[in-house]
């Protein structure tokens, strides 16, 4: 089962990495701070896949948590180099608050 949690993350990542890099028009409706919740939800399903490709809990090993927050601001520098896109500070405190979550509440449902 592990292995089909890191094959999912893998594709879970290449996901995100296109999508950060794609061209979107904003919804002609907009709901206020959509694209926040939309980075909390991805973070917070990107927390759940990793914690279920390693045997021990996620909240114990800080490495992978750091790296995915590592990886959260790569994809706003990312979007800083695209002329289409921008870069926001609160996309990536939205993907912390989505890992943080995570982490406060979903380890302590398992048990």
Not at 22 to 27: A, Y
Not at 92 to 98: D, E, K, M, P
Request: overall charge positive; hydrophobic content about 55%; aromatic content about 18%.
């Amino acid at each position: 089962m592990i292995s089909f949690f890191r094959l999912t993350l893998f594709l879970a990542l290449i996901t995100v990495v296109y999508f950060a890099a794609i061209e979107i028009q904003p919804p002609k409706n907009k709901i206020p701070h959509l694209d926040k919740f939309i980075h909390f939800f991805v973070f917070f399903v990107l927390s759940w896949i990793v914690d279920n490709t390693i045997k021990e809990p996620l909240y114990k090993n800080r490495t992978l948590i750091v790296s995915l927050f590592l990886y959260s601001i790569g994809i706003e520098i990312m979007q800083f180099f695209i002329s289409y896109r921008h870069a926001e500070f609160y996309d990536v405190i939205a993907n912390l608050i989505g890992m943080l979550v995570y982490l406060a509440f979903i380890p302590r449902l398992k048990t």
